[in-house]
T-cell receptor
Framework: DVKVTQSSRYLVKRTGEKVFLECVQD?????MFWYRQDPGLGLRLIYF???????EKGDIPEGYSVSREKKERFSLILESASTNQTSMYLC????????????FGDGTRLSIL | EDQVTQSPEALRLQEGESSSLNCSYT??????LFWYRQDPGKGPEFLFT???AGEEKEKERLKATLTKKESFLHITAPKPEDSATYLC??????????FGKGTRLSVIA
């Protein structure tokens, strides 16, 4: 089974802090994704990566950056956390090539105070 | 403009009461439609991929079907453990998945 592991289930940070969310997958997947999920808004794509050191902006990249130095690891960075970034953050990975499902981690519930 | 619309937003069923969830999409060039189940506090869990109109997939009490404009997730004789939010997503070309907002299903014993 695909295993996508997010480093923290719950995280509390202060406004203005730089926040790192880590995601590791164990299936040698080429593609990795970061979403946030908010009530009434569904899943929204922040950034994605189709290969090591590559990144693409999703629908809501403002205030975020990402890093993919190794194939199995995809990090989401909140450069200067703000209260409107309080959310559930979900990481996913998928195999490359033809249409493949994304497999998700269990999420990080991030609160910015 | 939503490309993927799920209905209803919430559905409450008695145990054993079969029903269907709908996912309609307005994209062209569909490469695949995906169904996921999400339990509270957890990430979405992959259920099915459908690739072309007329295709059907089954898993236990769930059956997913696909037409040119929508997909249905049929739940036969549901049990309380089927309670979850069900998400559908579409893929067009090589772009990332576009998700609907989900249907929150509650099955009451």
């Amino acid at each position: 089974d695909v295993k996508v592991t997010q480093s923290s289930r719950y995280l509390v940070k202060r406004t203005g802090e730089k926040v790192f969310l880590e995601c590791v997958q164990d299936m040698d997947h080429e593609n990795m994704f970061w979403y946030r999920q908010d009530p009434g808004l569904g899943l929204r794509l922040i950034y994605f990566s189709y290969d090591v050191k590559m990144k693409e902006k999703g629908d809501i990249p403002e205030g975020y950056s990402v890093s993919r130095e190794k194939k199995e690891r995809f990090s989401l960075i909140l450069e200067s956390a703000s209260t409107n970034q309080t959310s559930m953050y979900l990481c996913a990975s998928s195999a490359g090539g033809s249409t493949q499902p994304q497999h998700f981690g269990d999420g990080t519930r991030l609160s910015i105070l | 403009e939503d490309q993927v619309t799920q209905s209803p937003e919430a559905l409450r069923l008695q145990e054993g009461e079969s029903s269907s969830l709908n996912c309609s999409y307005t994209v062209s060039g569909l490469r695949g439609l995906f169904w996921y189940r999400q339990d509270p506090g957890k990430g979405p869990e992959f259920l099915f991929t459908l690739y072309s109109a007329g295709e059907e997939k089954e898993k236990e009490r769930l059956k997913a079907t696909l037409t040119k404009k929508e997909s249905f997730l049929h739940i036969t004789a549901p049990k309380p453990e089927d309670s979850a939010t069900y998400l559908c997503a579409v893929q067009v070309g090589n772009t990332p998945l576009v998700f609907g907002k989900g249907t929150r299903l509650s099955v009451i014993a």
